[in-house]
């Protein structure tokens, strides 16, 4: 579904990914763990049209989407869920939500859908005309992902979503994801929490100063060995 081929993206003259190939198939949950500054935001960015790839390729279902912009990005099918969020917090939580349907025409399928979304963030609903700045960082997070469903895409890319969250509410995003998951959604994932991440996940991808240094299937087997080659990283 999701192809990125050597991708390389650049800050001026600095690298932040260097030969970056990454797949994600139909269907699958698919993590990019590592350090710090290891790439992977960048990666996420340039899927999304916020960089421009200074090399390699990124096609979505078989579609060159690499350069395109970040509207169009979504038109193709793929929503982001920026690291920070980013939702809007002088506007109503039913105004965000509204915004990650902007670019549709099919006013009864959106209402659906945002009928759908506070289906599975109850909260939300519950907060629908508060401005969504008055959220906890946890429902913000629920907020932001449910903009982005909004869009209906086929693949969400979620950057970092447990970032600065208490533990309960950790735990919350990451049963949203499962659920996500559940629902057929396929997903890109970005996470700090490398083993926990890996341990839902189809497959993963490690990268470390720009590149991927290891791959391969996920789940609760496969994260002992990543562990040490992740702390391997940080030594
Ligand atoms: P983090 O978890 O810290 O976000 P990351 O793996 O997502 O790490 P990136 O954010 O993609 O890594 O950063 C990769 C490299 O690019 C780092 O060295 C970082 O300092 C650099 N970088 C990221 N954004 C910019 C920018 N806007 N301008 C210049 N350098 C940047």
Do not use: C
Not at 15 to 38: D, I, Q, S
Not at 200 to 219: F, I, K, N, P, Q
């Amino acid at each position: 579904m999701l192809q990125i081929t050597d991708l390389t993206v650049r800050y001026g003259s600095i690298p932040a990914v260097r030969g970056v190939t990454v797949e994600v198939a139909e269907g699958e949950l698919v993590t990019m763990v590592g350090p710090n500054g290891a790439g992977k935001s960048s990666t996420m960015r340039a899927v999304a049209g916020l960089e421009k790839p200074a090399g390699g390729t990124i096609t979505f279902d078989g579609r060159p989407i690499g350069g395109l912009r970040p509207e169009q990005v979504v038109a193709a099918g793929l929503a982001l869920v920026p690291e920070g969020r980013h939702i809007f917090g002088g506007l109503t939580v039913k105004e965000n939500l509204s915004l990650g349907a902007v670019s549709r025409r099919d006013r009864k399928a959106v209402a659906a859908d945002l009928e759908r979304e506070l289906e599975r963030f109850p909260i939300l609903r519950e907060r629908i005309d508060q401005a969504a700045g008055f959220l906890s960082g946890g429902e913000q997070q629920q907020l932001a992902i449910a903009r982005a469903l909004m869009s209906r895409p086929q693949l969400l890319l979620l950057d970092e979503p447990s970032l600065g969250l208490a533990p309960r509410m950790v735990d919350s995003v990451f049963a949203t994801i499962e659920s996500l998951r559940a629902d057929g959604i396929t997903i890109l994932l970005v996470e700090q929490n490398a083993t926990r991440a890996v341990a839902m996940s189809d497959r993963y991808y490690l990268l470390r100063t720009g590149e991927v240094v290891r791959s391969g299937l996920a789940g609760p087997d496969q994260v002992a060995g990543l562990a040490e080659d992740y702390l391997a990283g940080h030594s």
